[in-house]
């Protein structure tokens, strides 16, 4: 049977999503009230079944997990199990997920027939890639109860806040999306999952690639009450309002993808005049919720074991910034992560009397938008074309006078058609207004690491004297 045979099957999917999240959402909604010890009980009840289930299913897991007792395992001290990296899981892909139809190619197949809408498999999974901040090329699959899930703990706590208030309209609140323009991406997804009116909330895309005029244009002609999109963007969009060139006056503000400094804040919330909410969400799974205008990120304890680490990997106190951030997924059980490294920075903040989730505040880096005169490129435009080439494993994007310079890093044994990609790369910064762009695409053997750090600077902007 063909994988993704079924080319008309999101429909049909997406109804039974949503059939789903009418019969989750209720549970979701009540877990942002429950206490530790709450938490703590159905954590262990989770991660019992996702370990039995990873262990029978995934010759990967049955691999590094074998002569461990895995019953004497508790959520709350995770030390005996081995850590999981994007490396790993990318080498032994087909390994890992636990349908033993699906394999890497015919998931990289999903992703790359991917437009606006995610191309199923097998009628039951949809795949996302993500780059992040890390410029580390991952695939991630989702099951209905995995995609349940996600959607819910990024949205329950303001369903809720809007049901309190009575605000929902029939067929769903709707908000502005500026943000991925395919379904390749996480964000990318809620619109097409939302579509149809069935669901509380109603995403109307508006991608970030487009010429900054036409996102103000698309925005007033929705007219939405929620907007929504990475900050970088919402707070040149709160600009425009100030000085009277966008007409929109939404009653909420969430930030996404990138993260939301202090200053972003403050330009985000004086231009639009409304509450600020920020997310904090990974395609792997772990996603959280700020309440309105504050900065401290309640995250979906309920659903992941999170532990804050340090580069050896021990734990590191409340009020300390850790440098990895290890995530197990309780309720992914297709494609299992169990202690897997996630290079972001938490600092653990002291619980809420009111319920029992972990806290913290995210301290990520924003990525630079390459700024060429008038024109400005975001780096999600660049990042949309790169997550389609499954033999990039890293990348750096250097900006020159009118374009990019991208040196790439290919998995083992792979090819790079370098003037295709350098031509796609061209046109989507030809998109955003940029005419006349060039794109220069280089195949290298490594990165140059920052040598305190060890990171690498995936997007550097031009120096302009």
Same mark, same amino acid.
């Given at each position: 049977?063909?994988?993704?045979?079924?080319?008309?099957?999101?429909?049909?999917?997406?109804?039974?999503?949503?059939?789903?999240?009418?019969?989750?959402?209720?549970?979701?909604?009540?877990?942002?009230?429950?206490?530790?010890?709450?938490?703590?009980?159905?954590?262990?009840?989770?991660?019992?079944?996702?370990?039995?289930?990873?262990?029978?299913?995934?010759?990967?897991?049955?691999?590094?997990?074998?002569?461990?007792?895995?019953?004497?395992?508790?959520?709350?001290?995770?030390?005996?199990?081995?850590?999981?990296?994007?490396?790993?899981?990318?080498?032994?892909?087909?390994?890992?997920?636990?349908?033993?139809?699906?394999?890497?190619?015919?998931?990289?197949?999903?992703?790359?027939?991917?437009?606006?809408?995610?191309?199923?498999?097998?009628?039951?999974?949809?795949?996302?890639?993500?780059?992040?901040?890390?410029?580390?090329?991952?695939?991630?699959?989702?099951?209905?109860?995995?995609?349940?899930?996600?959607?819910?703990?990024?949205?329950?706590?303001?369903?809720?806040?809007?049901?309190?208030?009575?605000?929902?309209?029939?067929?769903?609140?709707?908000?502005?999306?500026?943000?991925?323009?395919?379904?390749?991406?996480?964000?990318?997804?809620?619109?097409?999952?939302?579509?149809?009116?069935?669901?509380?909330?109603?995403?109307?895309?508006?991608?970030?690639?487009?010429?900054?005029?036409?996102?103000?244009?698309?925005?007033?002609?929705?007219?939405?009450?929620?907007?929504?999109?990475?900050?970088?963007?919402?707070?040149?969009?709160?600009?425009?309002?100030?000085?009277?060139?966008?007409?929109?006056?939404?009653?909420?503000? %969430?930030?996404?993808?990138?993260?939301?400094?202090?200053?972003?804040?403050?330009?985000?919330?004086?231009?639009?005049?409304?509450?600020?909410?920020?997310?904090?969400?990974? $395609?792997?799974?772990?996603?959280? %919720?700020?309440?309105?205008?504050?900065?401290?990120?309640?995250?979906?304890?309920?659903?992941?074991?999170?532990?804050?680490?340090?580069?050896?990997?021990?734990?590191?106190?409340?009020?300390?910034?850790? %440098?990895?951030?290890?995530? $197990?997924?309780?309720?992914?059980?297709?494609?299992?992560?169990?202690?897997?490294?996630?290079?972001?920075?938490?600092?653990?903040?002291?619980?809420?009397?009111?319920?029992?989730?972990?806290?913290?505040?995210?301290?990520?880096?924003?990525?630079?938008?390459?700024?060429?005169?008038?024109?400005?490129?975001?780096?999600?435009?660049?990042?949309?074309?790169?997550?389609?080439?499954?033999?990039?494993?890293?990348?750096?994007?250097?900006?020159?006078?009118?374009?990019?310079?991208?040196?790439?890093?290919?998995?083992?044994?792979? $090819?790079?058609?370098?003037?295709?990609?350098?031509?796609?790369?061209?046109?989507?910064?030809?998109? $955003?207004?940029?005419?006349?762009?060039?794109?220069?695409?280089?195949?290298?053997?490594?990165?140059?690491?920052?040598?305190?750090?060890?990171?690498?600077?995936?997007?550097?902007?031009?120096?302009?004297?």
């Amino acid at each position: 049977m063909d994988a993704i045979s079924t080319r008309t099957g999101f429909a049909a999917l997406r109804e039974r999503l949503q059939d789903r999240q009418r019969t989750d959402l209720p549970a979701q909604i009540e877990a942002l009230g429950w206490s530790a010890e709450r938490i703590a009980e159905v954590r262990r009840a989770r991660l019992r079944a996702l370990l039995g289930h990873a262990v029978e299913h995934s010759p990967f897991h049955a691999r590094r997990l074998a002569g461990i007792d895995l019953d004497a395992v508790e959520p709350g001290d995770l030390t005996r199990l081995p850590v999981m990296t994007k490396a790993e899981l990318m080498a032994a892909y087909g390994d890992v997920v636990t349908d033993r139809r699906l394999t890497r190619r015919s998931v990289e197949e999903a992703i790359a027939a991917t437009r606006t809408e995610p191309v199923p498999l097998f009628d039951a999974y949809i795949a996302m890639a993500s780059g992040g901040s890390s410029g580390l090329r991952g695939v991630f699959l989702f099951d209905m109860a995995a995609l349940s899930a996600f959607f819910g703990g990024l949205t329950r706590a303001a369903i809720a806040r809007l049901r309190a208030r009575d605000a929902i309209p029939p067929g769903g609140l709707p908000m502005a999306m500026v943000a991925a323009g395919t379904a390749v991406h996480a964000t990318g997804c809620a619109a097409p999952f939302t579509a149809n009116g069935a669901f509380p909330l109603r995403v109307v895309p508006v991608p970030v690639s487009l010429p900054f005029g036409e996102i103000v244009a698309r925005l007033e002609e929705i007219g939405a009450p929620g907007l929504y999109g990475y900050p970088s963007v919402l707070a040149r969009l709160a600009a425009e309002r100030r000085a009277g060139r966008l007409r929109l006056s939404p009653m909420i503000v %969430t930030s996404t993808s990138e993260t939301l400094t202090p200053q972003l804040r403050a330009a985000i919330s004086a231009g639009f005049e409304a509450p600020v909410v920020d997310t904090f969400g990974s $395609t792997e799974g772990l996603v959280g %919720t700020s309440p309105p205008d504050d900065d401290v990120i309640v995250l979906n304890s309920d659903q992941c074991v999170v532990e804050l680490v340090d580069d050896d990997l021990r734990p590191v106190p409340p009020g300390t910034p850790s %440098t990895r951030v290890l995530v $197990t997924n309780l309720v992914n059980h297709l494609q299992p992560l169990v202690r897997y490294e996630l290079t972001d920075s938490f600092v653990a903040v002291e619980p809420d009397p009111a319920h029992g989730h972990q806290r913290v505040r995210v301290r990520g880096r924003i990525d630079p938008t390459f700024r060429f005169g008038d024109t400005e490129v975001p780096p999600g435009v660049i990042r949309g074309v790169l997550l389609r080439r499954p033999e990039i494993v890293e990348y750096q994007v250097c900006q020159r006078d009118h374009g990019i310079t991208v040196d790439a890093v290919l998995a083992a044994g792979t $090819t790079l058609d370098r003037d295709c990609l350098a031509e796609r790369l061209a046109a989507a910064l030809a998109g $955003t207004g940029l005419h006349g762009a060039t794109a220069d695409v280089r195949v290298v053997g490594g990165l140059t690491r920052d040598a305190q750090t060890g990171k690498v600077r995936r997007f550097v902007p031009a120096v302009r004297g």
